[in-house]
T-cell receptor, first 110, second 114 residues
Framework: GQNIDQPTEMTATEGAIVQINCTYQ??????LFWYQQHAGEAPTFLSY????GLEEKGRFSSFLSRSKGYSYLLLKELQMKDSASYLC???????????FGRGTSLIVHP | GAGVSQSPSNKVTEKGKDVELRCDPI?????LYWYRQSLGQGLEFLIY????????KSGLPSDRFSAERTGGSVSTLTIQRTQQEDSAVYLC????????????FGAGSRLTVL
């Protein structure tokens, strides 16, 4: 099976930087996703990492270390609209089905 | 359509009744997923369809749950004899092919079992 851990809740200040961590234990790792989900809405795709390193996309960046089973999502220049749940998901073992963590609820305050 | 459509958006039912939830994926997407999201929980995988292949039903929690996908497009998730623990948001997602690395989700169907 897979074990995916991420903090339950984080708070940050508008304009600041926040890092949301995700650790996983799996065999046959085949990619890690980050999704954003606003309350009552559909999760939306943010990033996909399969190789080690940092992927930057505007204010959002995602990092992966396969040897450590570790990823983080970095959000810069936080805005109030970034308040949402951030979901980490992993594909492994040749499966096409991502397994999701419980999500991290990010609260951005003025 | 432009996105993944799910209906109904909200469903309140009495314990013991059957419910059907519908998912209309993005046109041309061959892979379709059903997940369940309970309060404070992550997305729990239920079932996966890919083209004409037999579905992966490994996530269905009990034999009260079933799903079908007609013509490789619309999917219906059926829950028989609903229980209070079935209350959750049921999310459907589709992707262009199984190897695609982006799942597009619908807004979900919120089921409340009284």
């Amino acid at each position: 099976g897979q074990n995916i851990d991420q903090p339950t809740e984080m708070t940050a200040t508008e304009g600041a930087i926040v890092q949301i961590n995700c650790t996983y234990q799996t065999s046959g790792f085949n990619g890690l996703f980050w999704y954003q989900q606003h309350a009552g809405e559909a999760p939306t795709f943010l990033s996909y990492n399969v190789l080690d390193g940092l992927e930057e996309k505007g204010r959002f960046s995602s990092f992966l270390s396969r040897s450590k089973g570790y990823s983080y999502l970095l959000l810069k220049e936080l805005q109030m609209k970034d308040s949402a749940s951030y979901l980490c998901a992993v594909k492994s073992g040749g499966s096409y089905i991502p397994t999701f963590g419980r999500g991290t609820s990010l609260i951005v305050h003025p | 359509g432009a996105g993944v459509s799910q209906s109904p958006s909200n469903k309140v039912t009495e314990k013991g009744k059957d419910v059907e939830l519908r998912c209309d994926p993005i046109s041309g997407h061959t892979a379709l997923y059903w997940y369940r999201q309970s309060l404070g929980q992550g997305l729990e995988f239920l079932i996966y369809f890919q083209g004409n292949s037999a579905p992966d039903k490994s996530g269905l929690p009990s034999d009260r749950f079933s799903a079908e996908r007609t013509g490789g497009s619309v999917s219906t998730l059926t829950i028989q004899r609903t229980q209070q623990e079935d209350s959750a948001v049921y999310l459907c997602a589709s992707s262009s092919d199984p190897g695609a690395n982006v799942l597009t989700f619908g807004a979900g169907s919120r089921l409340t079992v009284l």
